[in-house]
């Protein structure tokens, strides 16, 4: 059986159930693949040991990529290609830079994150993204849990797992 | 959720060693301070321009050329100090070293005077939002409003003291019409500090606002500061003292809008007699508040530190991080929206105040240090998560901060009446260690009186379970 192809979703109504449910699943052992939430639950990072995410460095990169481009194109029309001479001031001076150098800094570092945001969840557009429940988007909690990763488990031994944690509803699904 | 949480009300005990380091802190202060002054006062005997450089001095002599033309006020100071020589000070302004320590008590009250309103306003905010993360640590600033009451009886007094050498405003001759040292400027904006009296005699309208908004201050810390007590007393969470503390807490933000930016223009911008800037009282406002919120902050992480507080972790430090940053951040953009509109527009009147902060010797330095200090390294210092967090990075940037703005409020102030004279020197260090050790006797004190925080407070669930 290949990985990430085969899966056993189990549904669950409440929050605080989930949280309790994710604790004693991987304390027994298995590996969740990932779990799908209508809204941002607290704790639920922790208790799936999600790593820290990195997007803030990345942000970090596009804005100084944006401060860098707005200032050398800033200079380079005002000091070199088109000098202008506006209220008295020297060609390239930084104080009027400074006002386009910060749109710029927050347009990259913006326009950065969401594409970053987009790659890195796998929502590119030539990508229709796996739904394992569409009731994910409404009011259900959905976990997934890989098949062949924790092949140590019979598919019954899983569902009578999730069914003891709580989930309300135990299906299977598998993508090509 | 999880089941009510009771817990034990907590005290401060203001520990005799640390009332003995601030003491200790206090006579260095004091030694300091003294030793200053003797400098004054011998570098005085020794000419004036003792301790400047040639190169300063040569850019001293061509502002003073620009500003002369410019600045019928700054005209009149060189002939004061040309009289001053000549006649041995017939004129009516102090010695050098007399209108230094003036500028430097001054400037030190308005700084600590916002430390404590901060204080009382920090509270404010925190009932007009309805916030519930921070009712763990509301006691802090409260405490720090303790101070309000001392600030208005130094400014009151010392403004009687210091008026002849700080505020150029107060000389009545600049307001006879046939007199020679009539200022047209200075006579326009007249009613503004002598209404309803004649221009020149007592200001009444200046000093009334004075008296009202350390008044109303005052009040309106009794009024929630009891508030937030008598809710200790209550038998269980209540929310009625909450509530009428939000409604004084509201009252008081409204009032506080008008009276911080007007006691801007009146204590700090008034002595720049000619110059204006429409920023200047959000500017003071935003030097003010993020130095008051680097000093919560402070405060908190030693009393953490120190074993209280337990009730605040990691994620309450973050939230003041994050204030602390943010509003370093604010400051500069109001720093910024002040200068590049005056160096765009390029008006003499208004640019010579930049001219004398930025471009001669004994300030230009602080300039720089100001944005060096309160944006850049604030900015990149606080920028990631696990520095607002963690306690040490707390306590290196938030002393930053509030040495960056005591700099900050050094530049507002001193050119405008030292012009070329001024510095930082023994005399400005010793004054503001003399303040700072006796604002937190005070706000210690206050601190140790009350409990910790308030254990039937609304919101103290809330903030038990607060996550970011």
Known sequence: MDADKHFIVGVFDDEEVLLKGIGKIRGNGVKIHDVYSPF?????????????????????????TGTALALLMQIWMLGYDWPMIIGGKNHASLPPFIPVTFELTVLLAALGMVGTFFIASDMKPYKWPRQFDLRSTEDKHVMAIDLAINSGKTKDELRSLLRDSGASEVNEKSFE | ??????????????????????FIFLIIGVVVFGLGLFLAMRSEGQGEAAGHGTKGHASVEATHDMTASLQHETQ??????DQHKTEGGAHHESDSWVKRLFTTLWMNNVFFTGLGIIG??????????QAGWSSGI????????????????????????????????????????????????????????????????????????????????????????????????AGGVTTTHWLKARKFSTWFLLFFAVSSSVSAWDWVMSIDTHWFSTMFGWYMFASWWVTGLAFITLVVVFLKDAGYLKIVNANHLHDLGKFVFAFSIFWTYIWFGQFLLIYYANIPEETVYFIERMKTAPYSWIFFANLFLNFV???????????????????????????????????????????????????????????????????????????????NH???????????
């Open chain 1, 40 to 64: 941002p639950v607290h704790g639920i990072d922790d208790a799936l040991s999600i790593k820290r995410s990195r997007l803030p460095i990345a942000a970090f990169m596009f804005g100084m």
């Open chain 2, 1 to 22: 959720m999880a089941a009510e949480v009771h817990l034990q009300e907590e005290r401060y005990i203001f520990k005799p060693t640390l009332r003995r380091n601030i």
């Open chain 2, 76 to 81: 009149d100071e060189d002939t004061a100090a």
């Open chain 2, 120 to 129: 009382l306003f920090f509270v404010a905010i925190q009932y007009a939002a």
């Open chain 2, 138 to 233: 509301k006691r802090i600033p409260l405490a720090m409003g303790s101070w309000i009451p001392y600030a208005g009886v130094l400014m009151i007094g010392l403004w009687f003291l210091v008026k002849g050498d700080l505020f150029h405003w107060s000389h009545s001759g600049l307001f006879d019409a046939n007199g020679p040292e009539f200022d047209p400027i200075i006579n326009g904006k007249g009613g503004f500090f002598y209404w309803p009296l004649a221009k020149g005699t007592f200001p009444a309208f200046f000093m009334g606002r004075m008296v009202i908004f350390f008044g109303m201050w005052f009040l309106f810390f009794t009024w929630i500061k009891r508030e937030m007590l008598q809710e200790d007393l």
């Open chain 2, 377 to 455: 390294l604030p900015f990149l210092l606080f920028m990631t998560r696990d520095a607002k967090r963690h306690m040490t990075m707390l306590k290196v940037v938030c002393p930053i901060v509030i040495i960056g703005h005591w700099l900050d409020f050094f530049n507002m102030i001193t050119p405008g009446v030292m012009h070329f004279e001024g510095g930082v020197g023994f005399l400005e260090i010793g004054t503001a260690m003399i303040f700072m050790s006796a604002f937190l006797l005070v706000v210690l004190t206050a601190l140790s009186k009350m409990p910790l925080f308030g254990k």
């Open chain 2, 458 to 468: 609304p919101m103290l669930e809330e903030s038990l379970h607060h996550h970011i």
